[in-house]
């Protein structure tokens, strides 16, 4: 059997018992997301938050993994993180003052594969291709114990001047649920562009996904 196909059916039993009705969310979901730019026009003289000591790219695959786990994304697993630092792809961590992880985010580049259909997805496709000046940011994680403390805006801000000192990568491309209104606001503060909407239904497996572009020339994707 496809190794591939193994960890999927680990992930979803694991998660069928530990979140049982998402059982019904197979039977019947309905996602509807937005589809965010932040171009790198410039840096951000950033104030920096209380509770974090320090905000860091890191290759430590057992405390990446470790964190994820600790914030329930499970499809953060060991192999996975192997294989995206082999591709190059990023992982930022934020740290408390007692240098323990409180928030994550990886960053993918040039092209990649998501396997999830919903609203917070980019295509229909799983293989995504990016423009060769744009970045991706994905699983966007804050402990719950350190939620609305603003630590997701130092994290986002950090990350964008550490890319906006390159010349290689010109803008970050994000998706979020339209309920998050939090995120949604945090991205406006660097000046975030909306580009579209997303709206995606998942019937008994059979998935139906429509997008509404408000500015396609901003599509910075090719598929």
């Known amino acids: 059997m496809n190794y591939n196909i193994l960890e999927k059916i680990k992930y979803y039993t694991s998660l069928a018992l530990k979140k049982p009705n998402l059982i019904l969310h197979f039977i019947f979901q309905r996602h509807l997301g937005v589809i965010l730019i932040i171009p790198f026009k410039s840096t951000y003289n950033l104030d920096w938050n209380k509770k974090i000591e320090s905000i860091k790219l890191t290759k430590d695959v057992g405390r990446i993994q470790a964190f994820y786990k600790k914030v329930n994304r499970d499809s953060v697993s060991i192999s996975q993180i192997k294989y995206w630092l082999e591709l190059g792809f990023d992982c930022f961590l ?130």
């Open 94 to 223: 934020t740290y408390d003052h007692n240098e323990i992880p409180i928030a994550g985010m990886w960053i993918f580049k040039n092209e990649f594969e998501l396997h999830s259909l919903s609203g917070r997805t980019l295509s229909s496709n799983n293989l995504i291709k990016l423009d060769t000046d744009t970045i991706y940011g994905a699983y966007v994680e804050v402990e719950k114990n350190h939620r609305g403390y603003g630590i997701n805006q130092s994290m986002l801000g950090h990350i964008i001047n550490y890319y906006s000192r390159s010349n290689k990568y010109k803008r970050l491309l994000l998706i979020t649920g339209a309920s998050n209104g939090a995120y949604i606001r945090t991205v406006m503060k660097f000046n975030g562009i909306l580009v579209g909407i997303t709206l995606a239904y998942n019937i008994l497996g059979f998935k139906i996904r429509k997008e509404i572009f408000i500015d396609k020339k901003e599509k910075v994707w090719n598929n």
